[in-house]
């Protein structure tokens, strides 16, 4: 059976060695960074350090294929959003149809952006334990006032985790709704729009339903959302202080460029 996406792959490389709170809080600084440069060398630089990293997981490549490929039609949408609808100097001209070289390099800039936060995304999924990166974000959110807010670090880390878990659950869903709508005649590429109403109605109703079965497990097992001790304290170690060492120069340098 295939792993779904956005699962953890156990491994002793450095990276799944590393504390969740470096790895939660890498992918936090590259995601913004990822949005915040705006030229094909930052982001071709991004896209080298992804695989360097991706060879010290020691991680197959089909990992992070499998991450990328659901959303690579809406990736390929907005690239051709992009390319039609931004003004600039034509590229070449079909009836309503004006590609621009702006529009092209805009779309290919944000294509790669939202690859590059899958990539890391799965990275960060792949090479560290769900219940890894609930206990890192918690210990994150901790010296944070969120009480003003009606709620705690752990019930926010909580959330985020549950999230995290129902992501491959949603994907492996979407493709059993898809194989069962194509084996009641439904044809999702001639009748790309009739077919969305199939699709997202019993995936709405089974999102929902799960969601339902969720909270009385949870009631069940006498959850309270109360903050709890670990068996496991996390502790940061020199490999932890080296690897955000070398993510600070690698983003300035990135930046610089």
Request: glycine share 6%.
């Amino acid at each position: 059976m295939q792993e779904p996406v956005f699962s953890y792959v156990p491994g002793s490389s450095i990276l799944h060695r590393l504390d969740p709170r470096t790895k939660v809080a890498a992918v936090m600084l590259l995601g913004i960074l990822t949005f915040r440069i705006d030229n094909f060398a930052g982001i071709g630089a991004l896209f080298a350090f992804f695989f360097a990293l991706a060879l010290l997981s020691g991680l197959p490549m089909k990992v992070f294929f499998r991450a990328v490929r659901p959303m690579m039609l809406f990736m390929f949408f907005i690239f051709l959003t992009q390319l039609f609808f931004t003004d600039g100097r034509l590229l070449a001209s079909y009836w309503i149809l004006q590609p621009s070289l702006e529009g092209l390099e805009k779309g290919l800039k944000l294509a790669a952006r939202f690859i590059l936060l899958l990539l890391f995304a799965a990275l960060l999924t792949a090479s560290t334990d769900q219940s890894a990166i609930t206990c890192g974000i918690e210990r994150m959110l901790r010296p944070l006032p969120l009480h003003w807010l009606g709620i705690s670090s752990f019930e926010l880390a909580t959330m985020m985790n549950i999230s995290i878990a129902f992501l491959p659950l949603l994907f492996e869903k979407v493709e059993r709704t898809k194989a069962a709508q194509a084996a009641r005649g439904m044809d999702f590429v001639k009748n790309p729009l009739r077919s969305i109403p199939a699709l997202a109605i019993p995936l709405l109703r089974g999102v929902i339903r799960d969601a339902e079965e969720l909270a009385l497990a949870m009631e069940s097992r006498g959850y309270q959302g109360s903050q709890r001790t670990s068996i496991y304290e996390l502790s940061m170690q020199k490999s932890d202080w080296k690897a955000l060492f070398i993510l600070a120069i690698f983003i300035i340098f990135v930046l610089v460029l």
